[in-house]
């Protein structure tokens, strides 16, 4: 019998950055921001800051970050799990889940990379590009929105999330 095809992201389960497994599942009902994170990028410091403000203005109400650690960009993700917990949590101050260093192209990308391509392409194909691209995904486990890692994430703010939230929150 033929594994059904994933609908949703809630039917992937992944890796925390101690080893744990985490089902998707347990975010059900909130609005997500999926984002492949590097410690040494350039676009780190302000990116981390971003989604730092977001995460502490709309944590209460629904929404949760969820960062992915990769290695594919010029090697700027090169710790291990705890060193990259350390600069994530110390230096940026993150307080949202930190996840398993992963590969989100290639034949070893993660299966939750490979469906989140799956349903929203980038411009040049659906290949991630760089560190720090991002998915939102709705309450449902939609992927409704692919932003490039140049994108910041308190313009994403502005034009996406509050509008997600207008539409699944107070209706």
């Given at each position: 019998m033929a594994e059904e095809a994933p609908k949703s992201i809630y039917d992937?389960?992944?890796k925390d950055i101690r080893g744990n497994d985490v089902s998707l599942s347990e975010y059900n009902g909130k609005v997500l921001l999926i984002v492949n994170v590097a410690s040494k990028c350039g676009l780190t410091q302000s990116n981390y800051k971003e989604l730092n403000v977001l995460y502490e203005k709309y944590k209460n109400q629904g929404f949760e970050i969820l960062a992915f650690p990769c290695n594919q960009f010029a090697g700027q993700e090169p710790g291990s799990n705890e060193e990259i917990q350390e600069v994530a949590c110390t230096r940026f101050k993150a307080e949202f889940p930190i996840f398993d260093k992963i590969e989100v192209n290639g034949n070893n990308a993660t299966?939750?990379?490979?469906?989140l391509k799956s349903q929203q392409g980038g411009i040049f194909g659906d290949g991630i590009k760089w560190n720090f691209t991002k998915f939102l995904a709705n309450k449902e486990g939609k992927v409704v929105q692919r932003y490039a890692p140049t994108t910041?994430?308190?313009?994403?703010e502005v034009r996406t999330i509050f509008s997600i939230f207008i539409v699944y929150v107070c209706f």
């Open positions: 992937f389960t992944v299966p939750l990379y490979k469906f910041s994430p308190l313009k994403i």
